[in-house]
Each structure stands twice: as C-alpha cells, then as structure tokens.
C-alpha cells in the first residue's frame, strides 16, 4: 500500500500517526484514572462513570454560555475554570452518591453493578429532561481550534496537545496523592486491610467518601476536557463506559502504572491497527489481543503482591 | 378571541389563524359543528378501527428516551404540528385527530411491542413512527401481520417495500446518485475516500454508491472504513485521508461518532472550504451537537434543508418555531414526518375511507403541493417522489442550497445493477 508514496510523506504520516496514538494514549488514560481509582481501590464497579464524566461536559457547556453572556473579556480563559467546576461538581455528586448508595453495598460487590447501572439511566433522563435530548455544541476559545503545523506535511492538533498535558498533570498528581501523601496512605492502608485500618484510628468511612469522590472528580474533569474532542449530550457517557473497564480490568485493577500500561498499549494497538486495516478490524482485533492475554493473566498486567 | 363581534372575511382568516397556532388547548374549547360532519363512521371504518363520529385515533411511535431520543424528537414535534393544524382546518373526513403517544425507548423489541400495542389494544387507524432502519424492522412484522399503516420518515438504505408502510423520506439512491454527479461535474472530482459507521445503511448507502462512481462516473474510490457505533478517535483515518488526499471525503457516519470526526478533522488542520466533503448524514439537527464552525463548508445531501425558500416552508418554519420555540431547528426527517399526518389525511379523503387496504390502493399519486419541500407525490411502490438537494454548510448551523435536481427523483428502493 505505500508504493505510490514517496519516502518524505511516509516518515511524515508516521511522525502523524505517533502523535495519534499519544493522543489516544492520553484519552484514554484520562478516562480510566477515576474509574482506576474507585474499582482499583475500592473495589466498586461503577457503571455511572460515564455519567459523571458528561455532567463534566455539561458544566463546562454551562461555562462557556455563561462567560460568553456575561465575562466575554475571560472566555479565553474559560475553559480552565470550566475544568476546576467539573472536578467539584462531579466529586460532590460522587461523594453524595457514596454517602446515599454505595456504603451500603460494600458487602456486595456485584450489586454495585446493578445500582450504578440503575443511577446512571436516571442520571442520562435527568440530563436529557434539563439540557434536552439533543446533544449541545461547547463553544471553545480560539486558541483551542486548530493545529500547530510543524512542516508541511506534520500537523498536531492543539487540543490533541492540551488533553496530553492535562493527562499528564492529572496522573502526576495522582501518583502523588496516592504514594506520597498521607491520605494515600490511609486509602492503601484501607484497601489492603480495612479492621486493621479502623483499628489504628483512619475514619474508613471518610477515606471511602474522598476516594469515591476523587474518582468522580477526575471523571467530571476528563468529560470536560473530552468536549473538545467529542460529542456532548444526555448518552455521551455510554460511549466511554467500555473502553474505560477495558482498560482498567487488563491494567490490573489495583495498579496505577497498570492502567498507564494498559493504556499504552491498547491506545497504540488500537491506533496502528487502525492504519493499516480499517477502524472495525481494528477495534475486533485488539479486543481478541485483550482477551487472550486475560486468559492467560487473569489479574491484568500488573498486580499488587498481597499476603492474603 | 373574546373581543372578536366582527363577522367579516379578514376577522373569520384571522381567527382560524390563531386557532391553528392556538394548538390544541384550543380546540377543546371548539363546538362540535367546527368538524363538518362527514360520512358515517359505518361507511369509513368497515374494519373496526378508532373511529367515532368525531374522532380517528392516530398513533405516534418513536424514542422520546434513550440514544435515539437526539434524533426523534424532532419527528415527534413535526408530526403533533401537523396533526393540530389538520384538525384546526377541520380534520379529516370531517373527524378530529385524536392522538395516541408510545415510546420505543430506542430499543427495537419495544418498537414492535408497542406497535402491537397501537394497533390491536388501540385500533389507531394510522401511525407516525421508527426512525432507524432497525426500529422499523422491529415493527414491520406487526404492522403486517395486524395490517397497520405506518409512515415512516426517515431517509433509508432501500430494499424494502411494503403495502402496510408509506416511506415519507428518501430511499438511498435518491439521497446519493444525484449528488455524486454533482460532486463530478460542479467539483471534478476523480477519487472518493469513504467514512461510515459499521451498520446496514452506510454499508448499502456506500456500495450503491461505489456501483455509481465505478461503473456511472468511471472515477476511483480511495478507500473505504468504517467505524464501530459510537468510536470517538478518528487521528488514525484523518492521517490516511492526508495521505491519500482524496478529492472528495463521502461520510455517513452517525450519533456521537459523528460529533467526534468532525470537531477532530477540524482540529487536524483539515479546511472544508478546500477539502470537498459530501455528506448524506448531516442535517441541522446534528449541527446543533458539532458545532457550525466546526463543519462549515461541508456539502450535505437531502432533500430539504431548512433555509429552502419558498412561501410553504416559510410557513412551516414559522409555525415550527412558534409551536416549539424559537432556538429549534428543523433537520430533513423532520420535514418528513410532517409530511406523514398531510399525506394520510388526503389519502383518507380520496379513498373515502379510513380503511386500511382502501388506503394501501389509494396511495399511488397522492400528491402534497403544501409540502416544505416543495411538491411530493406518492409512488407505486409507497415511496415519494421527490427533488435531491445539495446544500453547503455555514458557521451559524444552517445550508445554503447550492444544488437542487431539476426533476422530482423517482424513487427507486429496488435498484438494479446497484447491489
């Protein structure tokens, strides 16, 4: 297939297609960090998760109408205020949420399954009875659109740059919270052994709720960066469900640098795959790759060594 | 309306003006005789349907909830506008519409159960409803086995026909061939690249239009992919589209996806106004989720697109708007669900019946010359003939028209040599 192609455009369609598969890459971390957080550390499998992640996209829709009505001078700036809302939005809702629903099923793990799959249909109609059924176009500031030309061939697109950089702050943070600070080490101590945990004096309930609410967060805040590149509207959410427990379950559910791997390596499969054959093939044939190497590696990638 | 003593002309036009804007609030409060008394319910129902001496009951069927409800709202509010301006002119056969709402929840089995629903439990002499391919086929059985009559107001993939279902949107290859040729002649454009979402109408929409541009225009398609239901990365084809660089992108991809390709093909540096991209899966419904900056310059091909000038669509949008609010738009499936109630109403009043099988005859040749579209007619075969348009996409959400065949297209669900 590249016979006809001279060697200049081929490097630059790699070079371009590189930047694809980061690009994917960053996506996708983006959106596993919150679930990797509440079904790797607590255990909870949360069906909403995408739910929590439009109403993200639904806060930063609400921002940009809002700067664009009243703050017209700050709409450039918009979107990263949009992106703090969406965090605490998304977050009380998710501690709001474990407060009235999850703490009670934490015995009985499938049927948070069921629960969360029963909030997030009410939190689709409940977006669709407000915003309307229709999806909504986010307006972005101008320096959001369009790409950074690096020759004449290589092309990145600026919001393709912007959701690596979020991505990436994100994950650092994350890493810090949860390995460098005292409240990871409460959520670690709690996950590993909850009596124990109790019984040296951490508030297991709370460690629970801020947990719960951080995955949340990180959900609302990855929907608001996605409005830049995807669609917003009451099922958007459905859309990332998938992928994101793919990504989680083949990282090994416990594990930070899991989900960074899984991530990689899926986003990159899947994007040079993508090239080379069309996007259906693509998408069958990385998924027989997933359930081959789970069946041999049933705990995903990487995996905490506990004592049990 | 208290003040109004005036028996003249202007003050009688003007007060069935406000009546048919008024809606149905208003016509509760209507005397009886408003309906001239038509034929007796024993001459225009042998068949047992709803239908009283002053009423015909008219079901509408599509998602309000679920994925689909983006698309088919906006059917629904068409067909309800349509419905209460018939029965501000009177109704048909001098009966007033009654309507009966189910919704299909975007999932298929609930289609035919609720069809089921309308027509046994119901006996609605008529529904408005399915949207997608897979909701009708759902249905179809129903309809079939209960003889039903459905309008349906989608633009379709084709191969289908039956005696129980008026097809009010285009069948494929009245939706493509006209524009393809457009594209070559106004554009000389040689290859083709095409961009679907993996599911039967982009798949048979894309191979008619291979036969065409092979076999017809004697041109190249590029390539040709598609995309998973719901896929929200397209960095991947947008490289191979500026390898290949194409003279023409040909896209039918759908929902959510569709949102994600174009607000990517624009951050990719990809301008529209240099890269012709033809459509045939963008209407102002689905601009409203992209974002009008971020496809404008797009062709789309339909057969009616909201700016179309003439005095009936003028009327129509304005009495839209005002029935649903200033900041809806209207999309092609919306002009063709209101042509449903229109185009059942005046095959009742040529059949003089509301009977079903008289119906399924009687259908050839009805003609809307009412229709926002301009005129339609009622084929044989139950699909309409009408004009293929190809419209440029702007920045505010709306087309401009800048192609519009010269003929009404016959519609052709069938066509040989394209399969």
Not at chain 2, 114 to 128: G, I, Q, R, T, Y
Not at chain 2, 139 to 166: D, R
């Amino acid at each position: 297939m590249f016979g006809d192609y001279s060697l200049t455009d081929l490097s630059a369609i790699f070079a371009m297609q590189g930047f694809a598969g980061l690009i994917l890459f960053s996506v996708y971390l983006l959106m596993a960090l919150g679930l990797a957080i509440i079904f790797g550390q607590m255990g909870v499998i949360n069906m909403a998760h995408g739910e929590f992640m439009i109403l993200g996209a639904y806060v930063t829709y609400l921002c940009s109408t809002f700067f664009q009505a009243h703050l017209p001078g700050l709409f450039t700036a918009y979107f990263f205020v949009a992106m703090a809302l969406a965090f605490l939005a998304s977050g009380a809702l998710g501690m709001l949420v474990e407060w009235s629903l999850i703490r009670h099923l934490y015995k009985r793990p499938l049927d948070t399954l069921l629960a969360t799959w029963g909030l997030s249909l009410i939190l689709q109609q409940t977006y669709r009875s407000v915003f309307g059924a229709r999806e909504v176009g986010v307006e972005l500031p101008s320096w959001l659109i369009g790409s950074v030309q690096v020759t004449d061939m290589i092309e990145v697109p600026i919001n393709g740059i912007f959701v690596m950089a979020v991505t990436m702050l994100i994950t650092v943070g994350v890493a810090f919270l949860m390995y460098r600070s005292r409240f990871g080490a409460q959520v670690r101590a709690v996950v590993q052994n909850r009596p124990m945990a109790g019984a040296v004096g951490i508030d297991t309930e709370k460690v629970d709720r801020y947990t719960f609410g951080l995955g949340c967060g990180i959900a609302g805040i990855a929907g608001s960066a996605f409005t830049m590149i995807g669609s917003t509207g009451p099922t958007s959410g459905q859309l990332y469900i998938v992928d994101t427990f793919l990504i989680v379950v083949f990282g090994g559910a416990a594990s930070l640098l899991g989900t960074i791997a899984s991530a990689f390596s899926i986003s990159q499969t899947q994007s040079t795959l993508e090239f080379f054959l069309s996007g259906s093939t693509a998408k069958v044939i990385t998924l027989l790759a997933v359930v081959g190497i789970l069946m041999l590696r049933p705990q995903g990638l990487f995996t905490l060594k506990v004592r049990r | 309306m208290a003040d109004e003593t005036n028996n003249g002309l202007q003050s009688a036009l003007r007060r069935r003006l406000l009546m048919g804007l008024a809606g149905a609030p208003a016509l509760a409060l209507l005397p009886r005789q408003a309906f001239a008394a038509g034929p007796p319910t024993s001459v225009v129902n042998t068949s047992g349907l709803a239908v009283t001496d002053t009423e015909v009951t008219v079901g509408i069927l599509h998602s309000a909830t679920g994925t689909m409800a983006i698309s088919e709202t906006g059917s629904i509010q068409a067909e309800k506008l349509a419905i209460e301006e018939i029965n501000a002119a009177g109704g048909v056969l001098g009966r007033k519409i009654k309507i009966i709402q189910e919704d299909g929840a975007s999932d298929w089995p609930t289609f035919a159960e609720k069809a089921k629903k309308l027509l046994v439990n119901d006996k609605c002499a008529a529904v408005m409803g399915c949207w997608t391919s897979a909701s009708r086929k759902a249905a179809l059985p129903v309809f079939e086995q209960y003889n039903g009559l459905l309008y349906y107001p989608t633009f379709y993939e084709g191969l289908e026909q039956s005696k129980n279902v008026i097809y009010t949107g285009q069948e494929a290859t009245q939706q493509i061939l006209a524009s393809l040729n457009w594209v070559a002649k106004e554009k000389g454009a040689k290859t083709f690249f095409f961009i679907g979402s993996d599911y039967i109408w982009p798949r048979t929409s894309n191979k008619i239009a291979r036969k065409h541009i092979e076999n017809v225009l004697k041109t190249k398609v590029v390539g040709e992919e598609y995309f998973p239901l719901g896929h929200t990365q397209f960095n991947s084809v947008i490289n191979k589209l500026k390898l290949t660089k194409p003279d023409v992108i040909f896209t039918d991809v759908v929902g959510g996806s569709n949102v994600a390709f174009y607000k990517q093909l624009k951050a990719a540096g990809i301008d529209l106004n240099k890269q012709t991209l033809l459509t045939i899966s963008v209407t102002e419904d689905e601009i409203d989720g992209i974002g009008g900056e971020n496809i404008a310059g797009a062709y789309s091909c339909m057969k009616y697109f909201q700016s179309l000038k003439n005095p009936n669509n003028e009327k129509f949008v304005a009495a839209f708007k005002k029935m649903w609010g200033e900041k809806t738009v209207i999309g092609d499936v919306t002009q063709a669900a209101y042509l449903g109630p229109y185009l059942w109403k005046m095959t009742c009043e040529k059949a003089g019946s509301f009977d079903v099988d008289k119906l399924a005859v009687a259908s050839t040749d009805i003609e809307f010359k009412g229709a926002p579209e301009g005129y339609v007619k009622i084929h044989q075969n139950h699909h309409l003939w009408s004009k293929t348009r190809v419209a440029k996409a702007l920045p505010n959400g709306q087309f401009e028209v800048v192609y519009e065949s010269p003929e009404l297209i016959e519609p052709n669900p069938f066509p040989k040599g394209y399969q």
